[in-house]
């Protein structure tokens, strides 16, 4: 029973980081990437179907696969992540111009994203 309350629970929240990720695509303030990794993390204890459909996914399955073997990026990646985090905040920031306090924040929660992002190691 209890390994049966575990299962579904990895396979709810598995479904709720997918869910944030794809909702991440279209918003600036919500990374993708690591919504898809807990996703891929959660649904490889408690459903192989969904796992290996995210691994063979051509948008970011090769990525996924990366991470779960090395804990690595590309650079190109990284790069490409960069550019989006990039234009998206800047957009934002544009956006709210008559608001210097909201403009802040972006700015730092950019910076933080970036800070991180380029502190996972790159595959050789």
């Known amino acids: 029973m209890k390994h049966h309350l575990r299962r579904w629970f990895l396979l709810t929240m598995g479904g ?3 869910g944030l990720g794809l909702v991440g ?3 600036p303030i919500l990374p993708t990437t690591p919504f898809m990794i807990l996703a891929a993390t959660c649904f490889a204890s408690s459903s192989p179907r969904f ?3 995210l691994l063979n996914n051509r948008w970011f399955g090769d990525d996924l696969r990366r991470w779960e073997a090395s804990r690595t990026m590309k650079k190109e990646t990284k790069k490409r992540a960069t550019t989006v985090i990039l234009a998206t ?3 934002s ?3 709210l111009w008559l608001t210097p306090l909201l403009q802040m924040m972006l700015i730092i929660i950019a910076a933080v994203l970036l800070f ?3 502190k996972i190691p790159e595959c050789p």
């Open 51 to 53: 796992h290996q459909a």
């Open 93 to 95: 920031i544009a956006v």
């Open 16 to 18: 709720l980081f997918f």
């Open 116 to 118: 991180f992002l380029w």
């Open 25 to 27: 695509v279209f918003l």
């Open 89 to 91: 905040f800047s957009v």
